[in-house]
């Protein structure tokens, strides 16, 4: 029973768990955009691309044995082809799409930080020493510690002599 409410209680956490909200909420969103993506580069970049040439490519293609076509359907009936131009045509449509998507949106969404950052007020506060920083002082002060005159006691050693004089 304490185990089924364990996994029961881990599960709950889980869910309710910042990061596993938010990967879901990207997921809608990107589900949404994908659509966006997608009415543009079919109804905007691909008729400029076919414009210069073919808009489907899945028609090219290269055959490396006795290739034969049935001439009545067009299907491939012998031989090895390699269908260069789908594999052209994927990659043309990732390249658009990725265009579509920094042009189109990531590169505003950076001005619009790069502006929302610059009405920010400026904080003037010295930054706090980093990690090197900080050594280096501990070891200036060590290195000061040891070239101090032996006939000044420092303080342990000031304490334990007289520690042992009262004995």
Not at 99 to 116: C, D, G, H, S, T
Not at 138 to 143: G, H, P, S
Request: proline residues 4%.
């Amino acid at each position: 029973m304490s185990e089924s409410k364990g996994v029961l209680q881990g599960f709950k956490e889980f869910l309710m768990r910042g990061n596993v909200i938010e990967l879901a909420v990207a997921v809608v969103v990107g589900a949404a955009f994908t659509n966006i993506v997608n009415a543009v580069v079919k109804g905007v970049i691909n008729p400029i691309i076919g414009a210069l040439g073919s808009q489907n490519l899945d028609n090219y293609k290269a055959c490396l044995t006795d290739c034969h076509t049935d001439r009545k359907t067009g299907q491939f009936t012998d031989g090895i082809y390699i269908l260069w131009g789908s594999v052209l045509s994927a990659a043309l449509t990732f390249l658009i799409t990725a265009a579509v998507v920094y042009f189109l949106m990531i590169l505003p969404m950076n001005k619009w930080k790069e502006r929302q950052a610059a009405k920010q007020p400026v904080d003037n506060s010295p930054a706090d020493p980093t990690e090197v920083e900080l050594l280096i002082e501990i070891r200036d002060a060590l290195i000061a510690q040891r070239t101090v005159a032996p006939s000044v006691p420092t303080s342990t050693s000031g304490t334990i002599g007289a520690q042992k004089t009262q004995e």
